[in-house]
């Protein structure tokens, strides 16, 4: 055949390979994210709460621990918040509980403060100043929650909103899966 | 609401009409060539009229309704907003998806109609009404999208009173009126000699009729795509703040790619018009070229590149893919059937040519576009069928295509001096030593300045190698010719080389040699950096209805204040650094201001960049501008417009 | 033309030592010039080096120089943080963003599996074309011709005008074996170019991520801890051979070594109390608002001290410092039991 004939179809099949490529695609149901950190040792968290505690990660060890990443205009943060308030009362009103943490994402103290008074929700909200606990853990986008266990390793992150339930289910899984 | 839905019922039904008269334009151009039945065709002119007419008026519905905020229809839920400035405000029709797919429609309308106007004593030959039919076919594409899947005239839902504008990045500066019309009128106007050349496949008028007719075309369209892109690169270094001109993001390589194959093209059918050499070359690179245009949209608004998954959840995606597919497919068939007409009574002799000197150039614009491809589209590849995803950025696409740059300046030094038809290299070595001097002497003065590094320097040589050549050729041409010397295509061409140059030593020294440093500035105390002396006299905040910002005002070696400011607009919570620049004929001093700023501290963290040589990547801008114009000036007044006159052969036989 | 002849009057041998000068001297200015120092001058220049190797998070293949989005704000700020410290390398300072958010912030292509491709394939391209364009001007170059060289159809060596296809079969021969040493030397040249170019950081750094080996060596004990506590307590030991104030170690060391001797005779857990009290009171006095330490020391004076009075106090302590949930819960079972032992 002749070569202008030979690239013409070479070309043409390049292009339907692509064509193709993009039409294969496969969605993604976990509801746990990938990430590098998980089943590792979480990063050594130092900082201080809005309201100038310290709070150190690695003491907490022996508690499983969630973090949430929040911002107070982020939408799905906002529509994520009542679970949360639930998630994390259930969580106080039983021994052996989760702590729950917000770590404060590119935002005011002041703006939290209000945040929480008017939505409820009195657990510690961390700072994190310059966004260093968020590169430390990979998180880009806000909202995240991050499931850490007692002896310090990273088991779960969630990307995006949680519905109700969806936290409760997960540490039951979770937690089962430690006794077992 | 009912004269809400009035507008959007209005709006579509336009759009419908003018979609029909698109459509039913296909048929009275393809019909009427193929019969070359004069009454059929008759109505091509009307159909024309209608559909432009439908596009011209579909557009002033949206701006009318952006204009007098008519929240009722979702499209300005989404970008418009009441306070927004009125420039800005009518600007924002074309800031989102759905007004930018109307504003192709109606640069290609008017493209439509500007070609049937000027060929409109000729719409009974075959190869005009068959490149009729092509653009009708692309309009009638591009109004069932607007129709369709990008339709702007969705109403929203009620109660809307405001909305939060477009993105304040598009708020800054004027420029946004400016870039994409100017984009668009690049990109769009690629399907003008797209169409004759399909029609010429069509018809199986191969022969160069058809390249005489859409020379000029061409050349504007790529002359305004250039300068879209150029002013691209310049809202990126005003606006965006991180001191660039370009990053080789996605958006940006869907607007160069047509560019390369435009710029392959625009050389290589030099040859066809004189030798009849290349037809396959040019009828791919033109097809290519609009292609481009259609997978360059299709990569930016489906929303693939964010990820795979995206694109099939996108709304406009699968139609962009489709209508790509359709385009190859179509193009490679007739490429295909007309394969021996398409073959040339004669050859290229020698790559020391004048022909294989473009040849070469072919192939190498054919790498670069492939590098640029390859890159944009590789992280789908890879995801696709390893399910992770990476990124290719770049450091990739630098060193990569550095190379290709500095041939592309070799390939623009040498090829002007060579001869047609025979192996020129004896002459080479005679033509090409004054510009050689030149250049070995540009590397001299870069070194005495301070510049380091092989990249660069060859860059500097290459550069100044292929200014000699291009200055030796318009020497010559003046010589003979005087201040015609300067016009027509060989001697505007050689403007456009200039400009090009410039550009290519001003992005080697930016790239290369730009110094940065964070400097605390607190108000009172002098900080010195690069040779420059910089004093914070002041911390000053602005608040108005949308958005409240900081601006530290610095001086600059005691001269005037320089500004960069941070803006956050309130209602949309999003940050907006403005840099402010210095700019003289050596070097750029790039100012911006780094969060966070604490009001009423008497400091100011900044970040400055000196940037060397900025200001000649816009000097050579307009230089490529100029000889973009100068080019497409006719050199004499001719009777017939289809032949190159003899003036043209004696412009191009400088050198002969 | 006679005007050419006119303004360069060199004779060819004369334009031969011209042009080898011209060479030369710029090959010697190149060569001076590519040897001079190039590298990041002052600190955020090399912030800027680092920054043009990492992919902005959330965005579309911009770095995270170039990005104005907050995610790219954070991670300057972590670079700048670390080229601050000036301990790390920059291929260092690239690993621990990359442990973080994944390898897909390499926005340099790697050099080895199907990555390389990308730099392999524009490689290949180039090669191939060149060395076909060679072979097709190789064999016709002199004077005249027909039946060799480019025509329209920007292929083969087709005849045209001539007609003739005399040993068209024979001509192809040495395209095919041109393309094929094209496609060697281009994948060859292209295998090169990745490994040169192409990112060298390995997906994930050897320890999984968190570099800190003080951090790991705790995670291991602790992981170890219930089953198996004669490797914790050595782990834990290791730690203190490094960092002999790492509260954590001191105080679950002393706990576990304490935990251990219950089980043995009375003259080992005397000793085993000793060290346990003095390590745990090591541990308070460095990080006095350590809740475990101070809930281990109850727990340890009240069963083996047998000491209810001063448990109480220190249980006291303990919770006010919120211990963790375990700990919590040890301490919540023994209130009573100390309650009882003080007759409350």
Redesign the interface.
Known sequence: MKPARIGALAVGFVMLALVAVLVVSDGDTDVGARSPLLGQPAPAIETTTIDDQPFTLARRKGSWVVFNFFNSTCVPCIAEHPSLVKFAEGERARPGGAEFYTVVNDDADAAIRDFFVANGGDWSKLRDTDGAIAVAFGVAKVPETWIIDPNGFVRLRILGAVTDGVLEAQMARLREGANS | MLVASATAHLGRAILLVGFLAAFFGVFAAAVGARRNDRKTLRLVPRFVLLSTAMAVAAFAVMEWAMITRDFSLEYVQKVGSRSTPPLYNFAAVWSALEGSILMWVLVLAGYLAAAAWWMRKRMNEPLIAWAMAVMFAVLAFFFLLSYGPANPFVIGPPGVTDGPGPNPLLQNHILVMFHPPILYLGYVGMTVPFAFAIAALITGKVEDGWLHLTRRWTVAAWGFLTFGIALGGWWSYEVLGWSGVWAWDPVENASLLPWITGTAYIHSVMVQERRGLLRVWNVSLLIATFSLTILGTFLTRSGVLNSVHAFSESDIGPWLLVSFGVIVAVSLVLIFLRGDQLRAGGSVESLFSREGAFLVNNVLFAVFAFVVLLGTVFPLVVEAIQQRQIVVGEPFFDQLTVPIGLTMLFIMAVAPVLPWRRDGSETLSQRLLGPSVFGLACIAISLVAGAAGLAPLLAFGLGGFAAGSALRHLWRAVRVQRLRGFVGRANGGMIVHLGVILICVALAASNSFTRSQEIDLVVGRVASFAGHTFELVDVVEQRDARSQSVRALVSVDGGRAYAPSITKFTRIGMNVGTPSVRTTLTHDIYLTLEPPVRQDSGQARIKVFIKPLILWLWIGTFVMAFGTLLAVLPMRRRRHREAPSIHDLRDEAIDA | MT??SRR?S?TPAA??I??AV?LV??LV??V???G???GP?????RI?VIT??I?????????V????A??A???R??V??QVGDGVKTDDEIVAY?????????????RGSG??A???V??VV??VV??GV?IVL?RR???GN??N?????????P?S??TGTTDGAPANRRPLVITLAIALVVGIGVGVLVARQ?GQRLPL?TAT???E?ST??L??QA??AGPTDVKSAIDLYGRVLETDPDNV?ALTYRAWLIMLSARQFDESLRTQAYASTITALGRAIELDP????AMCFLGIVVFRDGGDAASASEFLDKCIARQ???????LV?SLRAEVDAALGK
């Open positions: 005007t050419a360069m060199l334009r031969r011209a042009w011209v001297a710029t200015l190149l001076f010039g590519a001079r120092n190039t001058l002052t600190q955020q220049e800027d043009k190797r992919a902005c998070p959330t965005c579309d293949g911009e770095s120089f170039v990005s104005r907050s995610a704000q954070a991670i700020a972590e700048a943080r963003v990359a442990d973080r958010f994944g390898g897909q912030v390499l926005l340099v292509p199907i990555e491709l990308v730099w394939l524009p391209l180039a074309l060149v364009l001007f016709g170059n002199r011709r027909g060799r060289g480019i025509d329209g159809e920007g292929g083969g087709i045209a005008s170019s994930q999984g991520g968190i800190d951090a790991s705790l995670a602790r992981l954590e608002a350590y809740p475990d211990p963790p949930a375990e700990v919590r819960g919540e």
